[in-house]
């Protein structure tokens, strides 16, 4: 059963302004796929394809037309309900609740898991358990704060959690997940 990191990056306080999305699919043995795209934030104008400059990680200009956070909500919103989806502690199921308000849909059903919440679980020894934390102690490098890479550090924590425990993807929902029905309701 394949489960679906996720982690948004937000400019603000504003949840639903998040500029930057990453997903990684994975199970227990492998990562299935990977997507990253820029964002218009909402209140941007998304009748028109948004161009947005970025730097990417040579420092050279990108500008790429990027999808606004409320069209990416009715496009995946739909492909991510029923999914097992996993972030590191429960901020980018605020951020999709978020999203959803101002997208006037409801957020996509489904099993939520907190990477942050097994990685306490399997290493309770460190210090704290954040993200890079968490990586450093499993020798682990990634570019923080980007969201394709920190989608893959939550994924490399759930995988190496499976493999050091024994569990297999129905134990870690059945331990760690909490279920959300899609209903009209926004969380």
């Known amino acids: ?51 947005i400059t970025h730097l990417d990680q040579e420092g050279a200009h990108m500008v790429m037309p990027t999808p606004s956070v409320l069209r990416l909500a009715h496009t995946l919103w739909p492909i991510l309900d029923g ?17 959803s308000k101002a997208a006037e849909i409801p957020p996509p059903g489904g ?12 290493w309770s020894e460190l210090p704290n358990h954040r993200l890079k934390t968490v990586c450093n102690h499993l020798n682990y490098r990634f570019w923080h704060h980007h969201p394709l890479e920190d989608a893959r550090a939550c994924a490399h924590i759930v995988r190496t959690a499976m493999r050091v425990t024994g569990w297999n993807s129905h134990a870690l929902r059945d331990a760690f997940g ?8 926004y969380a």
């Open 178 to 185: 909490r279920v959300r029905r899609r209903a009209g309701q």
């Open 83 to 99: 999914a097992t989806i996993v972030s590191h502690t429960h901020y980018d199921e605020t951020v999709v609740n978020a999203i």
């Open 1 to 51: 059963m394949p489960f679906v990191a996720l982690d948004f990056e937000t400019p603000s306080t504003r949840r639903s302004s998040a500029y930057a999305v990453g997903i990684v699919v994975f199970d227990r043995d492998s990562i299935r796929y990977e997507w990253f795209s820029w964002l218009a934030p909402s209140g941007m104008c998304d009748a028109a394809p948004q161009a």
């Open 111 to 122: 099993v939520w898991i907190d990477s942050c919440t097994i990685a306490r679980k399997v």
